[in-house]
């Protein structure tokens, strides 16, 4: 069954900059939208960005934009979030998910992120 | 891009229904039939259980049911188990490829 995996999350100070992954496999990854979404400590899910099937369109939560970057290497059926700028209330488990049918299919196991 | 309302809380015994309601605007459940559920366990990734409203995936209970009526999507849970007990967030297509979720509704089987 296919799965997506999270990695980079780790302890960085305010202002800092970290580079989230998100590897997929056995399922098709080139031909959907892909989104990262984050859960702060006991809070509820917050989505963050969604990139088109090329990476050439992205859209960002106003929370994050200019702040965050999201890409997508398809040959490597990778997705990334470029976080810079970072502020303590990024602290979070960040997940990513596959978009179908306006909806998430597939989710990562998620990556936390702490900010202090 | 404020967040769809949910009750914090929702809670039924065994065997009972509950229905656990999802409040947006005419510029998100209101605008589009994209309404979406997820499950999530305490320290879990979230489940999708429903999309497009009242769809459900393949392997999803015929427990876990969907509907909506102007701003306001619905997520029902009937036949309730134990299992059932966790973490429910409704989301919605906001239009120009934004997202928006509910702040979460916690299910307790008494």
């Known amino acids: 069954e296919g799965q997506l995996v999270e990695s980079g999350g780790n302890m960085v100070q305010p202002g800092g900059s970290l580079r989230l992954s998100c590897v997929a496999s056995?399922?098709?990854?080139?031909?959907?939208?892909m989104h990262w979404v984050r859960q702060a400590p006991g809070k509820g899910l917050v989505w963050l960005s969604s990139i088109n099937f090329h990476g050439s369109s992205a859209t960002y939560a106003d929370s994050v934009m200019g702040r965050f970057t999201v890409s997508r290497d398809n040959a490597e059926t990778t997705l990334y979030l470029q976080l810079s700028s970072l502020r303590v209330d990024d602290t979070a488990v960040y997940y990513c998910g596959r978009g179908v049918a306006y909806a998430v299919d597939v989710w990562g196991q998620g990556t936390p992120v702490i900010v202090s | 891009q404020s967040a769809l309302t949910q009750p914090p809380s929702a809670s039924g015994s065994p065997g009972q229904s509950v229905t656990i309601s999802c409040t947006g605007t005419?510029?998100?459940?209101?605008?589009?039939?994209?309404v979406s559920w997820y499950q999530q366990h305490p320290g879990k990734a979230p489940k999708l259980l429903i999309y497009e409203v009242d769809k459900r995936p393949s392997g999803v209970s015929g427990r876990f049911s969907g509907s909506k009526s102007g701003n306001t999507a619905s997520l029902t849970v009937s036949g309730l188990l134990a299992d059932d007990e966790c973490d429910y967030y409704c989301n919605s297509y906001a239009g120009s490829f934004t997202w928006v979720f509910g702040g979460g509704t916690r299910l307790t089987v008494l």
């Open positions: 056995g399922l098709d990854f080139s031909g959907h939208y």
């Open positions: 005419s510029r998100d459940i209101g605008a589009y039939n994209y």
